[in-house]
């Protein structure tokens, strides 16, 4: 329900159509979509068994798997933007723009979709324990790719990225208050989802203990949900967005020019 305020406020008001923002509606979206694995995820460890076939175990895998690594493709172009804004910002507007960032947005979706329909699909990836399971397990060339791919590779570009911005802020470079209090906002978001990322990930490519693997993938999926909050405490357009969409006040006429910025 918080993402979709989030993905309803993002959508509706013109100001808020900005290259950030599509990239925060992205990752709101593969967060909102959690909550629909969620339940399947919860029917799977109580029965300890897989009831629903091998053809919808191989579509829950790409899923699950799709909105995991998309998730951490996004914060990775959250990084990109704020390292752009923070460190390059009278190129920003030149380099970064709404069009530029949602075919990006796409590419990130389908490369991430591509990926995991490849892995499902390839009956040498995963590895069946005993009949009935549906296992998060993969032979030892997809577990390197996999940790390459949708570990290494995004990690690494999200910390680099984010400690060259921090050597931006500290040189005097970024001169808009507004870029510093974003890039601070995402800086948690980001740093959050990778302190329940990296030990799930560790734990999944390991021979670690399937509960501990469980527990760490649950913390994962809730995570899902603690974006939005912080979103209410760093952003003001954000608590008021919801105050008009709650209020139903968005279904006025030119109810998307608002200007929410401003204060009332």
Not at 8 to 36: E, Q
């Amino acid at each position: 329900f918080l993402n979709l305020l989030v993905i309803i406020s993002i959508s509706h008001f013109k100001k808020l159509h900005t290259p950030t923002n599509l990239i925060i509606l992205s990752l709101a979206v593969a967060d909102m979509l959690v909550g629909f694995v969620m339940p399947i995820e919860a029917t799977r460890l109580i029965e300890m068994c897989w009831h629903f076939g091998d053809t919808f175990c191989g579509v829950f895998l790409v899923i699950t798997g799709l909105l995991i690594s998309a998730s951490l493709y996004n914060l990775t172009l959250i990084a990109v933007d704020r390292y752009v804004a923070v460190c390059h910002p009278l190129l920003y507007q030149q380099k970064i723009t709404t069009t530029k960032t949602l075919i990006i947005i796409c590419i990130c979706w389908m490369w991430s979709s591509a990926y995991n329909i490849s892995f499902a699909t390839d009956p040498s990836s995963r590895t069946h324990g005993c009949y009935g399971e549906c296992p998060f397990m993969a032979n030892s060339a997809w577990n390197m790719t996999d940790l390459f791919l949708s570990f290494l590779f995004p990690c690494t570009v999200i910390i680099i990225l984010y400690l060259k911005g921090g050597k931006c802020v500290n040189e005097g470079s970024m001169r808009r208050k507004s870029e510093s209090k974003a890039a601070l906002t995402l800086g948690i978001i980001v740093t959050v989802h990778l302190l329940c990322w990296i030990p799930f990930y560790i734990y999944s490519i390991s021979a670690a203990s399937s509960t501990i693997t469980n527990v760490l993938l649950w913390v994962l999926y809730i995570n899902s949900g603690l974006n939005p909050m912080v979103y209410a405490l760093f952003y003001p357009w954000f608590k008021k967005t919801v105050k008009l969409i709650l209020t139903l006040k968005i279904f006025q006429p030119a109810s998307s020019l608002v200007n929410i910025f401003t204060e009332h």
